[in-house]
C-alpha cells in the first residue's frame, strides 16, 4: 500500500512538472510571437517538419495568442509594430534590415538588393512630389489617385502567377489568395472615396487611370524579373498611404468624428463574411481585428490601419517562401491543392532562375 501511494505521488509530481513546462513553452511562443509579427509565418515551417505532435501545441499556442490579441485590442497601436519610412537596405529577413545570413547572401546580392531598393525609393519619391504639386489642398481627390494606383499590383502579381501556373513552372495557391484578398481591400478603399466625391473631376480620373495603367505593365515585368523589388515596391507605395492618411487623421480628426460613415465602408468592415477582410492581414490571427464604424473618423482610422497590414505583407514576401495564408491549416503536407501537383522548382523570378541554372551548370562541368 505504501508502495503504491509512493509511485502515485510519484507520477503526480511528473505529471505536475510536465504541465508546467508545456505552460512555459506555449507562455514563450505567446511572447515571441507578439514581439515578431512575422513570427507566425516561420512557426508553420517548423511545424511542418517537427511532426503532427508538435503542431497540436502550436495550434493551442496560436490559440493562446489570438486571445490575447482580442483582449487587448483596443491597446494595438499601429506606429509600435510597424515603421512607415523604408529606406536601402531595410529588407525582410535581417535584424537590421541585412539579407539573410546564408550561402546565397554574397555581397554581390547585397548590392543588388540595396540598388532595387534605391531605384524604388527613387520612383517612389518622384510619384509623391507629383501628387504632393497636385493634391496639396484636395485630399479626397489625393486619396481616389493614391488608391486607384494601390490595387494594381496585386492583380499584376496574381496575372504573373497564373502566367507560371500555366506554363507549368510552379504553383504559389497561399500567395494568389492573399494577393486576392489585397486586391480586395484595396478595392473597397477606392469605393469609399469614390462615395466621397474623390471622382468627381474629369482629370482626376483620367491621370489615376493612366497612371494604373502604366504602373500595372511596369510591375508585371518587375514582378516576372524580381519579386523581391516588386514586392519592396509595393511596400513603399503602401508605406506612402499609410503616412498620408496618418497625418490626414491628425490633421482632420475633430472634423471627421461629426461626420457619418459612407455606407460601403459600414458594410465592408462590420459585414457579415470577412473572410477576405482576415485574409490580407497575414501578421494577425483571423477573428483577431474586427473595427467599429460609428462615423467618418473610424472609417480613416481603420483605411490607416489596413495600409499598415499591406505593407507587413509586403515586407515579409521579400522572404522567399515566407508567405502563408492566416486561414491555411498549419499542419496541411502543402499549401496547393494535392490532386493537382505541378513541378516545383527553388527560384522565384525569371533573373533567378536563369542564375540558378547558370550555377547547376558550372557545379556540374566541376
Not at 470577412?274 to 497575414?282: I, S, V
Request: overall charge negative; hydrophobic content about 35%; aromatic content about 12%.
Amino acid at each position: 500500500m505504501a508502495i503504491s501511494t509512493s509511485a502515485m505521488s510519484f507520477g503526480t509530481s511528473v505529471s505536475s512538472y510536465s504541465c508546467l513546462r508545456a505552460s512555459s513553452f506555449e507562455k514563450s511562443s505567446v511572447l515571441c510571437n507578439s514581439q515578431n509579427p512575422f513570427r507566425f509565418n516561420s512557426l508553420f515551417s517548423i511545424r511542418k517538419s517537427d511532426g503532427s505532435s508538435r503542431c497540436s501545441v502550436s495550434r493551442k499556442s496560436c490559440r493562446v495568442r489570438a486571445t490575447l490579441l482580442q483582449e487587448n485590442e483596443e491597446e494595438v497601436v499601429v506606429e509600435k509594430s510597424f515603421a512607415p519610412k523604408s529606406f536601402p537596405g531595410n529588407v525582410g529577413g535581417g535584424s537590421n534590415g541585412e539579407p539573410p545570413d546564408d550561402s546565397s547572401s554574397n555581397g554581390l546580392e547585397k548590392w543588388v538588393i540595396k540598388l532595387e531598393q534605391s531605384v524604388n525609393i527613387l520612383l517612389t519619391d518622384s510619384v509623391i512630389k507629383i501628387l504632393d504639386t497636385l493634391y496639396h489642398d484636395r485630399n479626397y481627390a489625393r486619396f481616389f489617385v493614391l488608391e486607384t494606383i494601390a490595387r494594381v499590383p496585386y492583380f499584376a502579381f496574381i496575372s504573373v502567377l497564373h502566367m507560371y501556373e500555366s506554363f507549368g513552372w510552379w504553383r504559389r495557391a497561399d500567395y494568389m489568395k492573399v494577393h486576392f484578398a489585397e486586391s480586395w481591400n484595396e478595392m473597397h478603399h477606392l469605393l469609399i472615396m469614390e462615395e466621397l466625391g474623390g471622382n468627381a473631376w474629369w482629370f482626376d480620373r483620367f491621370l489615376a487611370q493612366h497612371i494604373a495603367i502604366f504602373y500595372y505593365f511596369m510591375t508585371v515585368l518587375m514582378y516576372a524579373l524580381s519579386p523581391r523589388m516588386a514586392y519592396h515596391f509595393s511596400e513603399c507605395v503602401e508605406s506612402h498611404a499609410y503616412e498620408t492618411y496618418d497625418k490626414f487623421i491628425k490633421d482632420q480628426g475633430e472634423e471627421l468624428k461629426n461626420l457619418p460613415a459612407p455606407k460601403i465602408a459600414v458594410d465592408y468592415y462590420t459585414g457579415g463574411d470577412l473572410y477576405l477582410f482576415d485574409e490580407f492581414q497575414t501578421s494577425r490571427e483571423p477573428n483577431t481585428r474586427r473595427p467599429k464604424i460609428d462615423n467618418l473618423y473610424d472609417v480613416f482610422m481603420n483605411i490607416r490601419d489596413d495600409e499598415a497590414e499591406h505593407c507587413k505583407t509586403m515586407k515579409a514576401c521579400q522572404t522567399h517562401g515566407s508567405l502563408r495564408s492566416p486561414h491555411t491549416n498549419p499542419c496541411d503536407e502543402s499549401e496547393d491543392d494535392p490532386g493537382c501537383p505541378v513541378p516545383q522548382v527553388d527560384c522565384i523570378g525569371i533573373v533567378d532562375c536563369i542564375k540558378k541554372s547558370v550555377t547547376d551548370t558550372q557545379v556540374s562541368k566541376r
